[in-house]
């Protein structure tokens, strides 16, 4: 999934590390574009489309709320605030303004990727979800439906945010954090190795086709078929 990403943050630091883990996270399929201040952000806004805004608050210059004023008389890019400011005023003007999530400094980096990569696919599935396809497996997200060599597959709902995660992310090597976060939300009331149970009832329900799924021993799961692994 590519997608261009406006970082406005005014910490120099801050953005390396954001566009560093990003752009690595993503395997270079995250584009940031990062402000320094509040007015360069603005331009950005104003002449540039992206799909996703990380806006800190407390910019020189236009401050995130404006910012996010103008963002959403431009478009439906999500917007995620990442601020210092915890103050729950601060968290429902922004909302208010039209913000989609607020994260509050210091934040976990994984957490902050985990909740862009939600936004991202939330506003994507909104517009025109791709349909999936991996071998013999087709997962069309619309439809809700899986099908392998043509024949249904009926999942329930957590095996098949599994699987569209392992399919957008195909060939990657997936943490069960990360699959925890990504299928079902960072906020989900669960141990990461609840993960292996639904993997385990995912691999069941796929019968012959299971074997896509690798176990990486010490790291977590990825899904890989037949001729993939010459392309790696």
């Not at 801050?14 to 509040?38: I, Q, W």
């Not at 909302?95 to 980096?109: H, T």
């Not at 349909?131 to 392998?148: C, I, M, N, Q, Y």
């Amino acid at each position: 999934m590519k997608a261009t990403i406006l970082l406005a943050e005014d910490e120099q630091a801050m953005r390396e590390v954001l566009t560093d883990y990003f752009t690595a996270k993503s395997g270079g399929d995250f584009t940031v574009v990062s402000a320094p201040d509040g007015d360069t952000a603005l331009h950005l806004i104003e002449t540039r489309r992206f799909d996703l805004l990380l806006l800190d608050i407390m910019l020189p210059g236009t401050d995130g709320f404006a910012l996010c004023r103008a963002a959403r008389e431009q478009g439906e890019a999500p917007i995620l605030f990442i601020t210092a400011r915890e103050d729950e005023q601060d968290k429902l003007h922004g909302y208010g303004l039209g913000a989609d999530d607020y994260v509050v400094k210091p934040f976990s980096l994984a957490v902050l990727y985990a909740k862009a990569q939600a936004l991202l696919r939330r506003s994507r599935g909104m517009t025109a979800a791709e349909v999936l396809r991996a071998g013999a497996l087709v997962l069309d997200p619309a439809r809700g439906t899986v099908t392998a060599d043509g024949q249904r597959i009926d999942l329930p709902p957590k095996e098949f945010a599994l699987l569209r995660v392992l399919m957008e992310r195909r060939n990657r090597v997936l943490t069960r954090d990360e699959l925890l976060n990504l299928a079902w939300g960072w906020d989900f009331d669960g141990s990461d190795r609840v993960v292996d149970s639904h993997i385990k009832k995912l691999r069941r329900a796929l019968g012959t086709h299971a074997d896509c799924i690798k176990t990486v021993v010490k790291r977590g799961y990825k899904l890989e078929v037949d001729g993939d692994e010459s392309k790696t």
